[in-house]
């Protein structure tokens, strides 16, 4: 293969990876993250926060406050940044934060259950058990290290959207009227994906279409590539619309709403109403299955709209709307960055490689799963077929399980966009911690899949905490004393 032939390689790898992405990924997952983020950040009080997630918050409360909330959501890691970033601004410690961060991709709900389903029950109470530990120890970790840069991010709070007191009413049913919305959008049960009514739109040359699209973009579920659909191409052009009119709707946005504002909206709407559908290409033409999905996200919708005007001021409505935009052009670049790089090392990395290295319970194996959870990362659940496959190819449970705790929290895109978030510094010492944790948690569990003693397993663990907790502690305390 001559180097023409490699970089058409990687183009299309790269192009592919973005496309399937766009088309699948971003409407019902990533759209609404935003716009509950840019929600969180503008109509939240700061105290709300505070009284749960803050740095003063007790342990006890924050810490298994922000597990419960991430088991909720069963959507990707990259739909999890944006509402990371949503909390991390209006004031929730760092600790507590990373924990949401870790413990929402990895162990929602709806990944345990498909993980005990597909795989096994022990690996999916391991799953649960080990990312709430870990989840919880990286969180206490990294706020331990970085407890000056949180006591002063805590005192110079940017309150410049916040109401002071309580939250009203009105304005946590329309926060919680978007979470529905995006978990309506995402998961994946029978009465959402059941097709109710269908139509055929007299479209000729969807098939032939389809067939092209196929060929010039990757298609084999087996290894996570999943294509682009007729559906998908329509999708990527209703954002690109949506793009121009958000640029020029939002950017200035406090100078009052204009006509680029409502088509920005009517285009969203209407792109997410298609997005909810299925669609088949036929040979005359274009067959619409309307689902329970599509009947859910119009339902929100209403309510959404209904609310907007009903419980939302003006000025709220505008400081939802900039956040929003915000958030949208801090992180969506990198995301497509992330993700077309994740494209081109996927054409370079065999899955043959990563069964050979990870046959065995060691370090090394382990690793290689933590290592092919960062540059092969797929959209939430996809990765336990993903794992289904490795398994039946020989790789061991140990680095099975390290695999599915670092893929939804190590891939590409989201350390790019969490670096955006909390800086540089903090975010590759996350990596490093989760990295560490995903590695012993295959290990340990491996172990036990070995034969060796739960209460042995347990003891491993215990002593490993307490380790490394009175490390930190002695690093803490000679911090504190040489500060004074």
């Given at each position: 293969?001559?180097?023409?032939?490699?970089?058409?390689?990687?183009?299309?790898g790269g192009m592919?990876?973005?496309?399937?992405?766009?088309?699948?990924?971003?409407?019902?997952?990533?759209?609404?993250?935003?716009?509950?983020?840019?929600?969180?950040?503008?109509?939240?009080?700061?105290?709300?926060?505070?009284?749960?997630?803050?740095?003063?918050?007790?342990?006890?409360?924050?810490?298994?406050?922000?597990?419960?909330?991430?088991?909720?959501?069963?959507?990707?890691?990259?739909?999890?940044?944006?509402?990371?970033?949503?909390?991390?601004?209006?004031?929730?410690?760092?600790?507590?934060?990373?924990?949401?961060?870790?413990?929402?991709?990895?162990?929602?709900?709806?990944?345990?259950?498909?993980?005990?389903?597909?795989?096994?029950?022990?690996?999916?109470?391991?799953?649960?058990?080990?990312?709430?530990?870990?989840?919880?120890?990286?969180?206490?970790?990294?706020?331990?290290?970085?407890?000056?840069?949180?006591?002063?991010?805590?005192?110079?709070?940017?309150?410049?959207?916040?109401?002071?007191?309580?939250?009203?009413?009105?304005?946590?049913?329309?926060?919680?009227?978007?979470?529905?919305?995006?978990?309506?959008?995402?998961?994946?049960?029978?009465?959402?994906?059941?097709?109710?009514?269908?139509?055929?739109?007299?479209?000729?040359?969807?098939?032939?279409?389809?067939?092209?699209?196929?060929?010039?973009?990757?298609?084999?579920?087996?290894?996570?590539?999943?294509?682009?659909?007729?559906?998908?191409?329509?999708?990527?052009?209703?954002?690109?619309?949506?793009?121009?009119?958000?640029?020029?709707?939002?950017?200035?946005?406090?100078?009052?709403?204009?006509?680029?504002?409502?088509?920005?909206?009517?285009?969203?709407?209407?792109?997410?109403?298609?997005?909810?559908?299925?669609?088949?290409?036929?040979?005359?033409?274009?067959?619409?299955?309307?689902?329970?999905?599509?009947?859910?996200?119009?339902?929100?919708?209403?309510?959404?709209?209904?609310?907007?005007?009903?419980?939302?001021?003006?000025?709220?409505?505008?400081?939802?709307?900039?956040?929003?935009?915000?958030?949208?052009?801090?992180?969506?670049?990198?995301?497509?960055?992330?993700?077309?790089?994740?494209?081109?090392?996927?054409?370079?990395?065999?899955?043959?490689?990563?069964?050979?290295?990870?046959?065995?319970?060691?370090?090394?194996?382990?690793?290689?799963?933590?290592?092919?959870?960062?540059?092969?990362y797929f959209p939430?659940?996809?990765?336990?077929?993903?794992?289904?496959?490795?398994?039946?190819?020989?790789?061991?449970?140990?680095?099975?399980?390290?695999?599915?705790?670092?893929?939804?929290e190590l891939s590409?895109?989201?350390?790019?966009?969490?670096?955006?978030?909390?800086?540089?510094?903090?975010?590759?010492?996350?990596?490093?911690?989760?990295?560490?944790?995903?590695?012993?948690?295959?290990?340990?569990?491996?172990?036990?899949?070995?034969?060796?003693?739960?209460?042995?397993?347990?003891?491993?663990?215990?002593?490993?905490?307490?380790?490394?907790?009175?490390?930190?502690?002695?690093?803490?305390?000679?911090?504190?004393?040489?500060?004074?």
């Amino acid at each position: 293969m001559n180097v023409l032939d490699w970089l058409v390689r990687f183009l299309q790898g790269g192009m592919g990876s973005l496309a399937s992405y766009l088309a699948a990924h971003v409407l019902l997952c990533l759209l609404p993250a935003f716009f509950i983020a840019g929600g969180m950040s503008a109509l939240i009080p700061r105290e709300s926060i505070m009284r749960f997630l803050g740095r003063k918050a007790p342990k006890y409360v924050s810490y298994p406050a922000a597990a419960a909330a991430g088991s909720l959501l069963a959507v990707c890691s990259c739909t999890i940044v944006p509402l990371f970033a949503g909390i991390y601004k209006k004031g929730a410690g760092l600790g507590p934060a990373i924990t949401f961060l870790f413990f929402a991709p990895a162990a929602n709900i709806l990944a345990l259950a498909y993980t005990g389903v597909a795989i096994g029950a022990d690996l999916a109470f391991a799953r649960l058990f080990l990312s709430l530990a870990f989840g919880i120890g990286i969180g206490m970790i990294m706020a331990l290290i970085f407890r000056k840069d949180d006591e002063a991010r805590a005192a110079q709070a940017d309150d410049a959207f916040s109401t002071r007191g309580g939250m009203r009413k009105g304005r946590a049913i329309f926060l919680l009227v978007m979470v529905a919305l995006l978990l309506s959008g995402t998961l994946k049960l029978d009465f959402l994906t059941n097709t109710y009514f269908d139509f055929t739109l007299p479209i000729r040359g969807m098939d032939t279409l389809q067939e092209t699209l196929y060929h010039l973009v990757p298609f084999d579920p087996a290894h996570g590539e999943e294509g682009v659909s007729a559906q998908g191409l329509i999708l990527i052009g209703l954002l690109m619309v949506i793009a121009l009119f958000a640029w020029r709707g939002f950017e200035k946005i406090h100078n009052g709403a204009n006509g680029w504002t409502w088509g920005a909206f009517g285009f969203i709407i209407f792109t997410l109403l298609v997005a909810s559908t299925r669609m088949e290409p036929l040979a005359g033409g274009l067959q619409v299955m309307l689902t329970g999905r599509t009947i859910a996200v119009a339902i929100f919708l209403i309510l959404l709209g209904w609310m907007t005007g009903r419980n939302l001021t003006v000025e709220e409505r505008t400081d939802w709307i900039w956040e929003s935009w915000r958030f949208i052009k801090q992180i969506f670049p990198l995301l497509i960055v992330g993700v077309f790089a994740v494209g081109i090392i996927r054409q370079l990395i065999k899955p043959e490689w990563i069964e050979f290295l990870a046959g065995e319970n060691t370090v090394l194996g382990n690793l290689a799963g933590v290592v092919f959870g960062v540059f092969m990362y797929f959209p939430t659940l996809v990765e336990v077929p993903i794992a289904k496959m490795f398994l039946s190819l020989g790789m061991h449970r140990g680095p099975l399980l390290a695999y599915l705790m670092a893929d939804p929290e190590l891939s590409l895109q989201s350390i790019l966009i969490t670096a955006a978030i909390i800086g540089k510094k903090k975010a590759w010492t996350y990596v490093f911690w989760v990295a560490l944790f995903s590695t012993l948690a295959g290990l340990l569990y491996g172990a036990w899949i070995d034969g060796t003693s739960l209460w042995l397993i347990v003891l491993y663990l215990a002593g490993m905490l307490a380790v490394l907790s009175a490390i930190l502690w002695a690093v803490s305390r000679r911090k504190s004393k040489a500060a004074t």
